[in-house]
T-cell receptor
Framework: DAKTTQPTSMDCAEGRAANLPCNHS???????VYWYRQIHSQGPQYIIH???NNETNEMASLIITEDRKSSTLILPHATLRDTAVYYC????????????FGQGTELSVKP | DAGVTQSPTHLIKTRGQQVTLRCSPK?????VSWYQQALGQGPQFIFQ???????QRGNFPDRFSGHQFPNYSSELNVNALLLGDSALYLC?????????????FGEGSWLTVV
């Protein structure tokens, strides 16, 4: 079973920041938080991942709480092309490429 | 730098037949994982290959088998196809030995069993 809990769906206005929450209260010390998104009929696209520090790249920012039990993915200026299902996954180093997906959050960006 | 490539992109098979799907990992990656994604569901882990051996396996029957070649590319084979095997099959590549490395997915192979 997936070790994360996410809202089923969210809406966001175009141009505004999209904040996607994820709960991973049973995360272990060696587990990373990964975020992927999937646009209909395409393969999952890597967004960002982190262990305990906040991370930022050209796509998004990842904010991890100090106790690491939850995190938030931030898309700073959402566009219509950001409409997708967003998956939050925890996975440890020893599992390599094994990711356990949950149902994800369906983000709809509206004009 | 080529990403993860999969072939074929779409195929249709008849119940009871066998199918082979192919994956080339991202350049520099040595580990390949396969996933099955049914319509409306998240991807489900099938198995993972490293150093030409199956290293981990999810809850899938023995009809699902795989292979990894010396150049790190991989094949997924499914025997005795069932209608329920219709799904998007995804390949993911990664690099073993690197803590917190990035895992990349291909665009997938759509399999329809009729």
């Amino acid at each position: 079973d997936a070790k994360t809990t996410q809202p089923t769906s969210m809406d966001c206005a175009e141009g505004r920041a999209a904040n996607l929450p994820c709960n991973h209260s049973t995360i272990s010390g060696n587990e990373y938080v990964y975020w992927y998104r999937q646009i209909h009929s395409q393969g999952p696209q890597y967004i960002i991942h982190g262990l305990k520090n906040n991370e930022t790249n050209e796509m998004a920012s990842l904010i991890i709480t100090e106790d690491r039990k939850s995190s938030t993915l931030i898309l700073p200026h959402a566009t219509l092309r950001d409409t997708a299902v967003y998956y939050c996954i925890v996975s440890n180093y020893n599992q390599g490429g094994k990711l356990i997906f949950g149902q994800g959050t369906e983000l709809s960006v509206k004009p | 730098d080529a990403g993860v490539t999969q072939s074929p992109t779409h195929l249709i098979k008849t119940r009871g037949q066998q199918v082979t799907l192919r994956c080339s990992p991202k350049s520099g990656h040595d580990t390949v994982s396969w996933y099955q994604q049914a319509l409306g569901q998240g991807p489900q882990f099938i198995f993972q290959y490293y150093e030409e051996e199956e290293r981990q396996r999810g809850n899938f029957p023995d009809r699902f088998s795989g292979h990894q070649f010396p150049n790190y590319s991989s094949e997924l084979n499914v025997n005795a196809l069932l209608l329920g095997d219709s799904a998007l099959y995804l390949c993911a590549s990664s690099l073993t030995g690197i803590s917190g490395n990035t895992i990349y997915f291909g665009e997938g192979s759509w399999l329809t069993v009729v």
